[in-house]
C-alpha cells in the first residue's frame, strides 16, 4: 500500500489543524493505521493508531485528549485532527499502516509547526 500524507503547515499555539493520509490499493480496511511523528534532534514516536475498522483507537499520553484518529475505509483515507496545539506538537507527522505488529507502509510525512 503506498501512503501520503496532506495538512501540514504553521499554526500558532492553541490552534487546530487536520491531517489526511490518503491509501492506495483496495485492501485499505485490512491495514490497522497509525500516526507518527518526529520533532527535530528527537526519534520518530507514536501519535495515534486505529484499528481497521474505527471502532477502538489508541493515542500518546502527550496529545490524549486533543487528537482525534478516524478513518473512512469508503475513501481509503485515514485522518489525524489536533486541537490546542502546543510548540512541543512541532515535527513531521507520518502516517504508516500495517497487518501485522509492525509498520511496514509509511508515508513521506508532512511538516506541521506551531509556534508559541
Known amino acids: 500500500v503506498q501512503l501520503q500524507a496532506f495538512g501540514g503547515g504553521l499554526v500558532q499555539a492553541g490552534a487546530s489543524l487536520g491531517l489526511s493520509c490518503a491509501a492506495s490499493?483496495?485492501?485499505?480496511?485490512?491495514?490497522?493505521m497509525g500516526w507518527f511523528r518526529q520533532a527535530p534532534g528527537k526519534e520518530r514516536e507514536f501519535v495515534a493508531s486505529?484499528?481497521?475498522?474505527?471502532?477502538?483507537?489508541d493515542y500518546a499520553d502527550s496529545v490524549k485528549g486533543r487528537f482525534t484518529i478516524s478513518r473512512d475505509n469508503a475513501k481509503n483515507t485515514v485522518y489525524l485532527q489536533m486541537h490546542s496545539l502546543k510548540p512541543e506538537d512541532t515535527g513531521v507527522y507520518y502516517c504508516?499502516?500495517?497487518?501485522?505488529?509492525?509498520?511496514?507502509?509509511w508515508g513521506q510525512g508532512t511538516l506541521v509547526t506551531v509556534s508559541s
Open positions: 504508516a499502516a500495517r497487518n501485522g505488529t509492525v509498520y511496514n507502509y
Open positions: 490499493g483496495r485492501t485499505f480496511s485490512s491495514y490497522r
Open positions: 486505529v484499528m481497521r475498522m474505527n471502532i477502538f483507537a
